[in-house]
């Protein structure tokens, strides 16, 4: 499974591991990564699994779609790698990619 | 140490768990729920879970430890038997006694059932949690004529679910137009359409009298004396507030379980919060009772502040969304009262909205594939005064976000 490292508002790293087909935001949820709340599910529709794709990953993980691209002007802090994790999905391609929690409330 | 119970474990009732812990509380919590399940997402149990792109382990909305990490202690697959407020005791049905010093009640809505002659039938089913939701689709997988009583958000998300499936369908409802209770008749039209478009039959103004079922088949007998013959009925007719504790207890309850801008009930003990409630929204003179995720999850932190003794008053802006097939109808604002439409872009070509006024002041929204759009109306309407101009609202060539 690919290896996903998640770094929590308090700079603490979380390494796990998320099964391919999984969302990012799952792969988070299942570990009890702090801060990644995903109240609505994953539906790409409340912002509450934000998070920034560390720098080295950008180009790997790509751009927001149209719907998440609108959804994230919900959220707290949006910087040019914000990202829904909700709307990534694990693929092998992903192994070892490095997420920055953003300030979900 | 302090006990707090929490009874009911849909999403509010999670979401006042964690919001009390969050807020520092260190004392007992009980989340006492009556679907044996760990709490969970009802949203895709409409879409994705019945459609079988996702399992039932993913719709949890937290992993089995979790809850332990946190102190959450679940009593999961025991219904509450009775509420003793005087003396501050829940009583559950397998006879456990849970004393507490403060209640959270986030007991949700329960479908409301047909009631004609045949609705008995096993083949006549519901939708609502996800015991239903493992019926629905097992049965869906084997049914080739599908007929939906009720043309509401369950019953067109179920319709669009069932075309993907390859089933014959049709929806009938009551009312001259789908989903009347809640968008402008464009709005209407434009979901009836879509749904004709890829074959569903959809019937207006039709009263169901009786569905008469035999080994074959239900025949679905209207008031106008045609008939509808299929495999498989679902319902989706509305949910009915989960107030019977209440009530029996003794606590004020008006067409659900009535609480103020603090989420508190008529007990002072006793907060409550989600689809059961009747409540007070600060942004809205009267009072009213939703359905939806938003309300759930923001009038539940509202309530583990006031037991937190950190009270805060409930003023959201509600939002709501649904998919069906390629569309996406996200809404925002309550439109009920509105005296004006102002329509941004065109339904026929699938990506629109509408906005809703009432005494010219922006107060609703629905928007339909168009996100940046709903996003901006969500902030729109959450901004005092709201008279915002007409005209540029409906010019698609001004970019929304340049208006406030």
Same mark, same amino acid.
């Given at each position: ?39 609505? *599910? $994953?539906? &790409?529709? &409340? ?13 790997? @993980? ?23 994790? &909700?709307?990534? @999905?694990?693929?092998?391609?992903? #192994? ?10 | 140490?302090? /006990?707090?119970?929490?009874? *009911? =474990? ?73 509420? #003793? ?32 002659? !045949?609705? $008995? ?36 998300? @179920? ?6 499936? !390859? ?9 001259? /137009? ?38 074959? =088949? ?12 299929? #495999?498989?009925?679902?319902? *989706?007719? *509305? @949910? ?26 008529? #007990? ?92 010219? /002041? ?43």
């Amino acid at each position: 499974m690919p290896k996903i490292t998640f770094i929590d508002l308090d700079g603490q790293q979380h390494v796990t591991d998320v099964a391919i087909g999984l969302s990012v935001m799952e792969g988070a949820i299942a570990n009890g990564v702090p801060g990644i709340l995903a109240i609505c *599910g $994953g539906s &790409c529709a &409340c912002s509450t699994c934000h998070a920034y794709v560390d720098d080295a990953w950008a180009g790997v @993980v790509g751009a927001p779609n149209e719907i998440e691209d609108a959804t994230l002007e919900l959220a707290n802090d949006r910087k040019p790698l914000s990202r829904l994790t &909700c709307q990534i @999905v694990v693929t092998p391609e992903l #192994d070892g990619l490095v997420i920055h929690v953003a300030k979900n409330d | 140490m302090k /006990r707090f119970i929490i009874v *009911g =474990a849909g999403q509010a009732g999670l979401q006042v768990a964690e919001s009390l812990r969050r807020g520092g509380f260190d004392g007992e919590v009980l989340l006492v729920g009556e679907e044996a399940s760990l709490p969970y997402q009802r949203p895709p149990l409409s879409k994705k879970y019945l459609l079988g792109e996702v399992e039932a382990p993913r719709l949890l909305f937290r992993p089995a430890d979790h809850y332990a990490k946190l102190g959450i202690a679940c009593h999961l697959g025991v219904p509450v038997a009775k509420l #003793d407020k005087e003396n501050r005791i829940v009583y559950l049905a397998d006879g456990a006694e849970l004393c507490y010093d403060r209640l959270a009640l986030t007991t949700g809505a329960r479908v409301r059932e047909l009631t004609v002659p !045949g609705a $008995g039938d096993p083949r006549v089913c519901y939708l609502r949690g996800l015991n239903d939701a493992e019926n629905l689709r097992v049965r869906l997988s084997q049914a080739r004529r599908v007929a939906i009583i009720g043309g509401g958000f369950i019953g067109l998300e @179920v319709a669009a679910i069932a075309r993907g499936l !390859g089933c014959e369908v049709a929806v009938l409802e009551t009312q001259s /137009r789908v989903l009347q209770r809640v968008v402008a008749p464009v709005v209407s039209d434009f979901f009836a359409r879509i749904h004709r478009e890829r074959g569903v039959n959809i019937q207006l103004a039709q009263q169901v009298s009786a569905i008469d079922a035999t080994p074959d =088949a239900l025949t679905i007998i209207t008031a106008d004396g045609s008939s509808v013959v299929a #495999d498989l009925i679902v319902a *989706g007719i *509305g @949910v009915l507030p989960n107030i019977e504790l209440a009530r029996a207890s003794g606590l004020l309850c008006d067409g659900g379980i009535v609480v103020d801008e603090f989420a508190r009930t008529s #007990d002072p003990s006793i907060v409550s919060a989600g689809d059961c409630t009747m409540h007070r929204n600060l942004l809205y003179p009267r009072p009213h009772r939703i359905e939806s995720v938003q309300n759930a999850v923001d009038q539940a932190k509202v309530a583990a502040g006031t037991l937190l003794d950190h009270p805060v008053a409930y003023a959201q802006v509600p939002w709501f969304w649904s998919d069906q097939y390629d569309f996406k109808l996200q809404m925002t604002g309550i439109s009920t009262g509105y005296d004006e439409l102002v329509l941004r872009g065109e339904p026929e070509k699938g990506a629109f909205s509408v906005f809703y006024y009432a005494d010219e /002041r922006l107060i609703a929204a629905d928007s339909i594939n168009r996100p940046a759009e709903h996003m901006v109306s969500r902030k729109l309407i959450a901004t005092p005064g709201g008279c915002y101009p007409k005209a540029q609202l409906a010019d698609t060539a001004i970019d929304l976000k340049t208006i406030f």
